[in-house]
């Protein structure tokens, strides 16, 4: 997602009119991005006003991290639904079997790895899924695993 914000561009003679030379008796107009026409002044104060508003929403705007659960959905619950395994019954995404099973344990790296570069009947994801992507999914299963798929 992208923020655009649209500035008027003023020249040296507007931006000094507005800090206080001397020659404000004569306000130049100018057009800002809309086409309307302002007083330097204004047109000034709409492009800090916009300014201040574009930094608003790029400092306040909400990171958009990767949704585990939907990626799990998306990509692994049809082997995997409820944390399950359709095609290895007993290697499940549940704790125990975690513990059990998988090469570095119940341990979020260890399920990272898994899921980069699959193993046996599981396909590598890591060409499929962004990084963010793989943490995310990887998270979800270990927070799902902890609660037994609850």
């Not at 009119?17 to 001397?22: D, E, L, P, S, T």
């Not at 008796?25 to 006003?49: P, Q, Y």
């Not at 619950?77 to 007993?90: F, K, R, W």
Request: aromatic share 8%; net charge neutral.
């Amino acid at each position: 997602m992208a923020f655009v914000a649209v500035v008027p561009v003023l020249s040296s003679s507007k931006v000094s009119a507005f800090f206080g030379n001397k020659q404000t008796d004569t306000v130049v107009a100018a057009k800002n991005a809309t086409g309307l026409r302002m007083s330097a002044e204004k047109n000034v104060k709409a492009g800090l006003v916009a300014a201040a508003a574009a930094g608003v929403l790029l400092v306040s705007a909400p990171v958009f991290a990767a949704d585990g659960k939907a990626l799990f959905t998306a990509n692994c619950a049809a082997c995997h639904t409820g944390g399950n395994n359709v095609i290895q019954a007993e290697k499940t995404l549940k704790k125990a079997a975690l513990e059990q099973y998988l090469d570095g344990g119940y341990k979020v790296e260890a399920i990272k790895t898994q899921v980069t570069n699959g193993k046996n009947a599981m396909p590598a994801f890591g060409g499929r899924l962004a990084e963010d992507e793989i943490e995310a999914v990887a998270q979800f299963v270990f927070e799902q695993a902890g609660s037994d798929w609850a």
